[in-house]
């Protein structure tokens, strides 16, 4: 049981270039997030999903897409990257519903835009 | 705006005492407050949660405090334990459950043998 498992574990990408993050679950949860981490500060949510087909924007989703095809999978797209999305990035998921807020999260993207 | 604040960067204690990690909030829609811990390296893991309509919650060695009135909540962390060297980050949603949360900066916790 692998729980959330995202690739890569890190990246440097050139000014412009674009990548999609890639986040796996294997717990048949419903939900899946997407969270950003700044050095110093919390974890901020981009995108989420209640269920495949279903997205929705978060708190900071500007410069982000995201698809979620399958209950499994959760891409996160980066198009025009710029030094402003150098972060650690973290895919989550929850079964939803009175379980919705306990969060399993995978170990993180670190992404450095240059 | 800051939201949900963790006052505190760092906190060191000895192993076996009491550690006590505060969070403040500001916005009074949030009725569902959560502790995630987070090694290095690792995704935050879940440990502890409590309901706006409480105001304490115990699972073990861990217990939350709720003061609505103040906007602060408070972990207990009672023997603290070598182990529980982590960074604790204090979580809020609005409306219950959605896993929509909004998160303070963590605090490190360093608990000394």
């Known amino acids: 049981n692998a729980g959330v498992t995202q690739t890569p574990k890190f990246r440097i990408l050139k000014i412009g270039q674009s990548m999609t993050l890639q986040c796996a679950q294997d717990m048949n949860h419903n939900y899946m997030y997407w969270y950003r981490q700044d050095p110093g500060m919390g974890l901020k949510l981009i995108y989420y999903?209640?269920?495949?087909?279903?997205?929705d924007k978060g708190e900071v989703p500007n410069g982000y897409n995201v698809s979620r095809s399958t209950t499994e999978d959760f891409p996160l797209r980066l198009e025009l990257a710029a030094p402003s999305q150098t972060s650690v990035y973290f895919c989550?998921?929850?079964?939803?519903?009175?379980?919705?807020?306990?969060?399993?999260f995978g170990a993180g993207s670190r992404l450095t835009v240059l | 705006d800051q939201q949900v604040k963790q006052n505190s960067p760092s906190l060191s204690v000895q192993e076996g005492r009491i550690s006590i990690l505060n969070c403040d909030y500001t916005?009074?829609?949030?009725?569902?407050f959560l502790w995630y811990k987070k090694y290095p390296a690792e995704g935050p893991t879940f440990l502890i949660s409590?309901?706006?309509?409480?105001d304490k919650n115990e699972d073990g060695r861990f217990t939350v405090f709720l003061n609505k009135s103040a906007k602060h909540l408070s972990l207990h962390i009672v023997p603290s334990q070598p182990g529980d060297s982590a960074v604790y980050f204090c979580a809020a949603s609005i409306r219950g459950n959605t896993g929509k949360l909004i998160f303070g900066q963590g605090t490190t916790l360093q608990v000394k043998p």
């Open positions: 989550a998921s929850s079964y939803g519903l009175e379980m919705a807020n306990v969060l399993t």
């Open positions: 409590i309901s706006s309509i409480k």
């Open positions: 916005n009074s829609m949030f009725d569902y």
């Open positions: 999903s209640v269920g495949a087909g279903i997205t």
